[in-house]
């Protein structure tokens, strides 16, 4: 099992700024990949970055790239995400999910951060 913990979320206005942060405890062993994903209201839940855990590739969703920074942390198993330049649009709840080894999909999951963007 793999344990999730996140954290960073809030308020900000436009334009600016937050860190959102998630750890990874447990069988980190197992980890191929993490990844934010975020859900708004009436919206589907969609990926925004992810960082492959051996060779550090990264993608990152059309919206938020040139905004959005993801990076890790490898002797913590932490990811973080770099949210530079927000907008009321990136309003969400903003999950961490590892994609484990030999696996299909993300499996593992945190209970997600509120992002809120006031104009």
């Known amino acids: 099992q793999v344990q999730l913990g996140e954290s960073g979320g809030g308020l900000v206005q436009a334009g600016g700024s937050l860190r959102l942060s998630c750890a990874a405890s447990g069988r980190t062993f197992l980890i191929y990949a993490m990844a934010w994903f975020r859900q708004a209201p009436g919206k589907e839940r969609e990926l925004v970055a992810s960082k492959r855990w051996s060779g550090g590739s990264t993608y990152y969703a059309d919206s938020v790239k040139g905004r959005f920074t993801i990076s890790r942390e490898n002797a913590k198993y932490t990811v973080y995400l770099q949210m530079n330049s927000l907008k009321p649009e990136d309003t969400a709840v903003y999950y961490c999910?590892?994609?484990?080894?030999?696996?299909?999909?993300?499996?593992?999951w945190g209970q997600g951060t509120q992002v809120t963007v006031s104009s």
């Open positions: 999910a590892v994609h484990p080894i030999g696996g299909d999909k993300y499996t593992y």
